[in-house]
Nanobody
Framework: VQLQASGGGLVQAGGSLSVSCLVS??????????MGWFRQAPGKEREFVAA????????MYADSVKDRFTISRDNAKNTEYLQMNSLKPEDTAIYYC?????????????????WGQGTLVTVSS
């Protein structure tokens, strides 16, 4: 299973950015499993950002990004997305997509089985 994240970049505070994650691999049926986004800022631990499950499309967000970020998935394209609005300098981090082999909404690093390589998001003040 491979996860390929893309779309990071530099944006000014208050701006928007979208990152995406393409999942491939015969053993992973994308439409069946939970997906999530995490981030890791310099000198900090990796932290949960958002998660989405299917069927149903239920989502969960970290308090720090609630009402600003939106997670979504396109099962036909094996891709998940993270739309980030009203970005703040403290959102600066490497953003990682993650997939779990089973289960519902998952919010911890240990609960995910597959990880992308990360994409850097930098928010300038």
């Amino acid at each position: 299973v491979q996860l390929q994240a893309s779309g990071g970049g530099l944006v000014q505070a208050g701006g928007s950015l979208s990152v995406s994650c393409l999942v491939s691999g015969r053993t992973f049926t994308f439409s069946r499993y939970p997906m999530g986004w995490f981030r890791q800022a310099p000198g900090k631990e990796r932290e949960f950002v958002a998660a989405v499950v299917w069927p149903g499309g239920a989502t969960m967000y970290a308090d720090s990004v609630k009402d600003r970020f939106t997670i979504s998935r396109d099962n036909a394209k094996n891709t998940e997305y993270l739309q980030m609005n009203s970005l703040k300098p403290e959102d600066t981090a490497i953003y990682y997509c993650a997939g779990a082999g089973a289960g519902g909404l998952r919010t911890t690093v240990r609960q995910y089985d597959y990880w992308g390589q990360g994409t850097l998001v930098t928010v300038s003040s």
